[in-house]
């Protein structure tokens, strides 16, 4: 039986960021002079002007301390950002609102009266991927944050142990196939981190975006994985959000990952609420929310690992056009920068925001079917 979440915009949050009071209850800190942005075509260069930055730098956010000099450290640091700005907080979003809200509704094509709604009902997915489709494995991912902590460019030390530690005393309420080991990554074993690192579940520190924007303060303190009996299912914990809940497998089952996927975001969020009382942060304007504006939304990346030979033969540069008319986005199989080998292409939903979970997972599926069609055609174009 699948598990359903009936459709429905998030009501946790407030009704957007743009009206928010939350300012007034934030603390202060020394104002620093307007800064030289590096990334001179990033979002942060197009909307922290010296205006809002001499109106909004002098403000501390409540939960963590956040300012806004630290949620543009990134481009500040580097020239090559194209977003650039990171939220220490729920609080950031609020308290920094005339620079969020433009560069969110820009970069995920959102109108400024938008509303998120957010719907995990697996039986809503039409059909699946082809069988026929050479299909390696299939991965969705999702962020979640809980209310009352800092997210991870500001979270303290302090905040970021007693989350782990709620999450540790929720993984072990977990029965049947979600049922696992949590690893903490201070003090593990050399074999298990082996292990992990064979299994491609680990995840490691050296990112300068996650340096630069303070991700990486207090490492490795506070962090570790969480994976079920069979690897199918993954909790990243205090990595570049709070969690990081993930569901995968081989071959091209899409709805079976999906659908352990909506039981296992389930599961995490009533087991830390019956804990604790804390429940995920949603806002009813940006749906869930991370510590990277473009995750805001579902937070989902639902992706196949699929061989493309003609495709290959065709040129990078076709596919990548035909994926963006599809609404999706093709990767190496090494990552989001880790380059291109072979004929094995990453292929994932390109949106977060302004789509339900439903759409993304169908978007995915359908675009996939169509590549893989393409794909004949083009083989045989090629004589392959």
């Given amino acids: 039986m699948y598990w359903k979440y009936a459709a429905a915009a998030c ?14 209850f934030s603390g202060s800190a020394e104002q620093k002079p307007f800064p030289e942005i590096r990334s001179k ?11 809002k930055w001499n109106r909004l730098s002098g403000i501390q956010t409540q939960t963590s301390g956040f300012t806004l000099g630290q949620a543009i450290s990134c481009a500040v640091e580097f020239d090559n950002q194209h977003c650039g700005i990171y939220a220490g907080d729920y609080d950031s979003y609020k308290d920094f609102a005339d620079v969020f809200d433009p560069i969110i509704q820009e970069y995920h094509g959102i109108t400024a009266d938008a509303k ?3 719907d995990m009902d697996v039986s809503k997915i039409q059909g699946n991927v082809d069988p026929n489709a050479p299909v390696k494995s299939v991965r969705i991912r999702v962020g979640r944050s809980f209310n009352g902590f800092g997210l991870s460019p500001g979270i303290t030390r302090q905040q970021r142990l007693d989350l782990e530690k709620l999450l540790i005393s929720a993984f072990s309420n977990f029965s049947g196939d979600l049922e696992g080991q949590y690893y903490p990554l201070l003090g593990m074993d050399e074999a298990v981190r082996q292990q992990l690192v064979d299994d491609h579940f680990l995840f490691v520190s050296g ?6 924007a303070g991700m990486e303060r207090d490492w490795p303190e506070g962090r570790g994985i969480f994976h079920n009996k069979d690897k199918t299912f993954l909790v990243w914990v205090n990595e570049e959000d709070q969690t990081r809940i993930i569901s995968m497998q081989k071959g091209g089952d899409v709805k079976a990952v ?9 599961a995490v969020q009533e087991s830390v609420k019956k804990e604790s009382g804390k429940d995920f942060l949603c806002d009813e304007k940006y749906g869930y929310i991370h510590s990277c504006p473009t995750n805001l939304g579902t937070g989902m990346r639902a992706s196949v690992h699929i061989d493309l030979p003609g495709w290959t033969a ?24 880790g380059g291109q080998t072979g004929v094995t292409y990453d292929i994932s939903n390109k949106h977060r925001l302004g789509y339900s979970e439903v759409e993304l997972v169908q978007c995915m599926i359908d675009g ?17």
């Fill in 11 to 24: 009501l946790t949050g407030a009704a957007g960021f743009m009206a928010s009071t939350s300012a007034l």
């Fill in 41 to 51: 075509h990033s979002l942060v260069a197009k909307h922290v002007t010296e205006e």
């Fill in 116 to 118: 998120h709604t957010t």
């Fill in 207 to 212: 990112d300068p975006n996650l340096i630069s």
């Fill in 258 to 266: 999906f659908e352990r996927l909506a039981r296992a975001i389930k």
């Fill in 314 to 337: 065709e040129g990078l540069g076709a596919l990548k056009t035909r994926c963006e008319e599809l609404k999706l986005q093709p990767r190496g199989t090494r990552g989001e920068s």
């Fill in 368 to 384: 996939v079917n169509i590549l893989f069609k393409e794909d004949l055609e083009l083989q045989k174009k090629h004589g392959l």
